[in-house]
């Protein structure tokens, strides 16, 4: 029988993070067993949650040296548990920390390390996409186990099941030598409103927008609309337009939203990698020929800055 680990991200409080239970739905669905490893303060309190999305068992530890040290005490934790335990599989999700200790424990064990999957078929099998999303590639994972599978967000639904986790204590003694890179501050962004890969609703601008002062507009409907948050291409962000915690694409965010509203974006395939299966695409582009209107639901030709506001007026006047 198959043993499948998820590598668990999980705050302080114990919230397991949506890529994390998304991955351990996945995980369950191809049978065999399901186990989850969680490194850090809040680590315990995060095994419920992560029992109830399909984990039978958690290797947990509230040791503080993983979260004050980049990387290098979790590879090597993992590893000693990897040479003991001796799963098939490991999934863990794409972002920065994730994907450095990936690395560094495929270098350990000598795994396949695979990136940027959207779909895992087997222990061994995964798939991811190419040429912007374009094409969709099967790939064979060979060499020793553990397989090494980095998943996209949003590449599956996260849905609870009725199982409980055994908790497991890490016990492995991590090393001065392991203990290089220190975190030494962490920022907590201020926002209002859902997170954007959570939102139902997503506004996203690009460069059709002219200047970042209208994204105001932007703003302006995800105040009318519950549930809503306002998203860019990654040629506005580095542009400085907004911050780097709005881009959708290939090198961003992954949403899918029930609408998606695309304002002055021309669709290139590297942003609809991020978008496309929002379940409906509203497109605004004074350009006929933008590839964005070629997945749009309903397509509108037109300027945007003179769309928009009467959009917002719209939404106001129905409102009341």
């Known amino acids: 029988m198959s043993k499948i680990w998820v590598f668990a991200e999980v705050s302080e409080d114990?919230?397991?993070?949506?890529?994390?239970?998304?991955?351990?739905?996945?995980?369950?669905?191809?049978?065999?067993?399901?186990?989850?490893?969680?490194?850090?303060?809040?680590?315990?309190?995060?095994?419920?949650?992560?029992?109830?999305?399909?984990?039978?068992?958690?290797?947990?530890?509230e040791e503080k040296v993983f979260a004050e040290f980049l990387a290098q005490p979790a590879a090597h934790a993992l590893a000693e548990l990897v040479s003991r335990e001796q799963p098939n599989l490991i999934l863990f999700s794409t972002d920065y920390d994730s994907r450095d200790i990936a690395a560094r424990l495929g270098a350990r064990t000598g795994s396949t390390v695979m990136s940027n999957a959207s779909d895992v078929l087997a222990v061994d099998r995964a798939q991811t996409q190419i040429f912007g999303g374009q094409k969709i590639v099967d790939v064979a994972l060979s060499g020793p186990d553990p397989k090494i599978v980095l998943v996209r967000a949003k590449s599956f639904p996260a849905e609870p099941a009725e199982g409980t986790a055994e908790v497991r204590p890490v016990d492995v003694q991590i090393p001065e030598s392991e203990l290089k890179a220190r975190r030494t501050e962490r920022h907590q962004e201020e926002a209002e409103g859902p997170k954007l890969e959570d939102a139902k609703v997503v506004i996203a601008g690009g460069r059709g927008l002219g200047k970042p002062e209208n994204f105001d507009l932007l703003e302006q409907i995800a105040s009318e609309i519950p549930g809503s948050a306002v998203g860019a291409t990654r040629a506005v962000v580095d542009a400085g337009w907004v911050g780097y915690n709005k881009q959708i694409g290939q090198t961003g965010k992954t949403v899918k939203p029930q609408v998606y509203i695309a304002?002055?974006?021309?669709?290139?395939?590297?942003?609809?990698?991020?978008?496309?299966?929002?379940?409906?695409?509203?497109?605004?582009?004074?350009?006929?020929?933008?590839?964005?209107?070629?997945?749009?639901?309903?397509?509108?030709?037109?300027?945007?800055?003179?769309?928009?506001?009467?959009?917002?007026?719209?939404?106001?006047?129905?409102?009341?």
Do not use: F, W
């Open 14 to 61: 114990g919230q397991p993070t949506s890529t994390t239970l998304e991955m351990l739905t996945k995980a369950r669905s191809l049978g065999g067993t399901v186990e989850a490893v969680a490194l850090g303060p809040g680590a315990t309190k995060g095994a419920e949650e992560l029992g109830r999305h399909g984990a039978t068992a958690v290797y947990a530890s």
């Open 263 to 320: 304002c002055g974006i021309s669709g290139a395939s590297q942003h609809q990698v991020g978008m496309k299966e929002s379940r409906n695409i509203i497109a605004i582009n004074k350009d006929a020929e933008a590839p964005i209107l070629s997945i749009a639901d309903l397509g509108v030709v037109g300027d945007v800055l003179k769309v928009l506001p009467q959009v917002v007026e719209e939404i106001r006047k129905r409102k009341g």
